[in-house]
């Protein structure tokens, strides 16, 4: 419950609840302009201000520059208890407390600065989570229920939180495991199946970034299976294989380079020497040719006789020059024969010598190649051992996707069998909690009969996914008859829970909830509110604009007027909350 709302600057409108139904009126004067509006008065800003107590960040309204350094007081009773809570816009990760924190499982600590207690904002709604719903301090799940999601369903936040939704959602970003979780738990079921259900999920989701991973960057004509992965796998393992086996038997020479050249080097020369022999070798035969051509001729009849039959007589002196000619003859025959020996033996000593030369340099040459053969260049080994860890790299990556892909396919089955596991259980839970759902499904059914005459259904079933929540009233379908779904389930949710705690429980709902709403069911949902608050024992608050209020549809015992807490009015600057405008 809920006693006080005040702050630090005396222009606020300090406000005083009771138990039981309270209403905060929005009056437009006669005096207003059409240029005059009640928005901005301060009901919306209330629930804001009251959530900032509670724990939550600034909303629209106090994220402005004009309400910096402001202090909101709110006074209410947690576990039979009364405290004063109080923060401050500029400091608004710890709060001050006053009250009898004893039995607090995480309690504030005194400040000797400002002499006051004070608690951390999260160690606030941890307390908060255990005093008002039990939600145990410590031993939380990864999904679980927490204070601020669960007052967000007592409190509801228009604006962008955009909490009239539906009944199950209070924000407009809250996520499906949340809805289901919190909302679970508030009805008194086992909400902890919602949070196995989001890690299933959690898991499937890695599931299906392992496939994708595995199938990623795998060459076009693979499918990406696993038949396919092992068999790439195979052949890379085996050409590994062979290049660690190369590598392994790799030796580096470090004149590698220099032997390379010597060894061509020598080749060059040998053909060299190969070349040169055969042009001597041809000389040889020619020269060996042309002695045998060479004949030495001493017959001077012959010359005498060819000249006769030439018709020339010649005379004696001719004659015996003739034999002087032949003579001189003669001996050219005899030292050209000699010359040619000369050469010829010149010659075959070279082709001699160069085929011994050859030989030094063949055999020069075979022990280069062998080394080279043996061993090998630094660039070479260098190459091989990069390819090798390409090769290496392509391993793993085929490895880690085929590891990753029966993973998927393993897993994809174990979550399978996992969620029909989860299924059976959650359902027998269901069924064993046949009295809370029950209880919730005729308390909304006989809130909705209260305002429409046919009773609503509340619907609460298990899906393979988790928790299905629906609610129905007959008539359905204007933006009235679903605002008056959310009024019966939060009214329905503050009963159940005033039947808990020790504290009173408080239900706030701002003006917009019964925008569009008939009259009629407008008149008869607030005397419902009024009524059950009482019964119930918890605290019922409404926000509302004094031309929305259904006076005339009202029963004739209900006094509304009674009920009326604060009067904001625009008839002057400083008629709402904060007594400013801005």
């Known amino acids: 419950m809920i006693y006080t709302i005040s702050s630090n600057h005396s222009t606020f409108k ?24 009640r928005n901005g008065l301060g009901k919306s800003t209330l629930i804001e201000v009251i959530h900032f107590c509670l724990g939550s960040d600034k909303g629209e309204t106090l994220k402005k520059s004009q309400l910096d350094d ?36 995480i309690k504030p600590k005194f400040d000797n600065k400002t002499g006051k207690n004070i608690i951390s904002n999260n160690d606030w709604k941890k307390v908060l989570g255990e005093l008002m719903f039990g939600i145990p301090v410590i031993g939380e799940s990864k999904y679980h229920p927490t204070f601020r999601s669960l007052i967000s369903y007592f409190a509801r936040k228009n604006g962008q939180s955009g909490g009239f939704l539906n009944p199950f959602q209070q924000c407009k970003e809250q996520k499906t495991w949340d809805i289901q979780v919190n909302n679970a738990y508030l009805l008194g079921l086992g909400w902890d199946f919602g949070s196995k259900w989001q890690v ?13 991973e595995a199938a990623s960057g795998l060459m076009p004509a693979m499918g990406g299976s696993i038949g396919d992965l092992e068999a790439h796998k195979i052949r890379l393992v085996d050409q590994v294989e062979q290049e660690r086996v190369q590598l392994d038997n790799f030796k580096v020479h470090p004149q590698y380079s220099q032997l390379e050249e010597k060894a061509n080097s020598i080749t060059v020369n040998i053909h060299e020497l190969m070349n040169e022999n055969i042009s001597d070798k041809r000389l040889v035969e020619y020269y060996e040719g042309s002695i045998k051509e060479e004949r030495i001729d001493n017959d001077s009849k012959k010359i005498t006789q060819l000249y006769e039959e ?83 790299a392509k391993l793993k990556d085929v490895s880690l996707k085929l590891e990753n892909l029966k993973a998927f396919v393993q897993g994809k089955s174990a979550v399978t069998v996992e969620q029909e596991l989860l299924f059976q259980q959650a359902e027998t839970d269901l069924n064993e ?32 996914t988790g928790y299905k929540f629906n609610v129905s009233i007959e008539r359905a379908g204007s933006h009235g008859i679903e605002n008056m779904k959310i009024f019966c389930y939060d009214l329905m949710l503050a009963k159940l829970w005033a039947t808990k705690r020790v504290n009173q429980m408080f239900l706030i709902h701002d003006s917009i909830l019964f925008a569009d709403v008939d009259e009629r069911q407008k008149a008869l949902a607030l005397e419902l509110a009024a009524a059950e608050s009482k019964k119930s024992g ?43 405008r801005f």
């Open 70 to 105: 402001w202090s909101f007081t709110l006074k209410l009773d947690l576990a039979g208890k009364v405290y004063s809570v109080t923060r401050n816009t500029n400091s608004s990760s710890r709060l001050i407390i006053d009250g009898d924190y004893s039995t607090w499982p």
């Open 200 to 212: 299933l999920k959690d898991r499937t989701k890695v599931l299906n970034q392992l496939k994708q």
């Open 310 to 392: 030439a018709g020339l007589v010649l005379p004696d002196l001719v004659t015996k020059q003739l034999s002087e000619v032949l003579e001189f003859h003669k001996n050219i025959i005899i030292n050209r024969k000699s010359f040619l020996q000369l050469e010829i033996d010149k010659l075959k000593q070279n082709i001699v010598r160069r085929e011994k030369e050859k030989t030094v340099l063949t055999s020069e040459r075979a022990e280069l190649l062998e080394t080279l053969k043996v061993y090998g260049a630094l660039d070479e080994w260098t190459r091989l051992q990069n390819i090798h860890q390409t090769n290496v």
């Open 433 to 464: 909690r046949k009295f809370q759902k029950e209880t919730a499904i005729l308390t909304f059914n006989s809130y909705s009969k209260e305002l429409y005459a046919t009773s609503g259904n509340l619907s609460i079933d298990i899906e393979k």
């Open 14 to 37: 300090t406000i005083d609840f009771t138990t039981g139904f309270n209403v905060i009126l929005a009056d437009r004067t006669k005096e207003a302009t059409k240029q005059d509006s």
């Open 538 to 580: 918890f605290q019922y608050i409404c926000m509302m604009n004094s031309d929305y209020v259904p006076r005339e549809d009202f029963r004739s015992s209900f006094d509304f007027g009674k009920y009326v807490r604060k009067t904001f009015t625009d008839a002057t600057d400083d008629g709402g909350l904060l007594g400013q």
